[in-house]
Nanobody
Framework: QLVESGGGLVQTGGSLRLACVVS????????IGWFRQAPGKEREGVACMSTTDGNTFYDDSVKGRFTISSDNAKNTIYLQMNGLKPEDTAVYYC?????????????????WGQGTQVTVSS
């Protein structure tokens, strides 16, 4: 089970930190990721990471602003979001997959959270 928290309403330029607590399995040797889906759009990979080798993927739209991390002792995945823009507004989902290589394709992930809303006002 994955449970996200930390979403909310923030002004342009603001910051939020999303957290995703994982239960039922440990994050060792997993691919983890944050995805988002805006109304009328497909779900897209925002930031992904392999907990095995630390390799990361960031969508071009968030590079330099978002950082994915994990605390394996707490079995928690984080997404630090700085410099938020109105176009970042979406429902954000965390995901995990037992294939431990970094992958930004949503269909490759078999564990999903319920999502948390992030709204950035202009």
């Amino acid at each position: 089970q994955l449970v996200e928290s930390g979403g909310g309403l923030v002004q342009t330029g603001g910051s939020l930190r999303l957290a995703c607590v994982v239960s039922g399995f440990t994050l060792d040797d997993y691919a983890i990721g944050w995805f988002r889906q805006a109304p009328g759009k497909e779900r897209e990979g925002v930031a992904c990471m392999s907990t095995t080798d630390g390799n990361t993927f960031y969508d071009d739209s968030v590079k330099g602003r978002f950082t994915i991390s994990s605390d394996n002792a707490k079995n928690t995945i984080y997404l630090q979001m700085n410099g938020l823009k109105p176009e970042d507004t979406a429902v954000y989902y965390c995901a995990a997959d037992s294939s431990d290589y970094v992958n930004e394709t949503p269909s490759k992930y078999n564990y999903w959270g319920q999502g948390t809303q992030v709204t950035v006002s202009s």
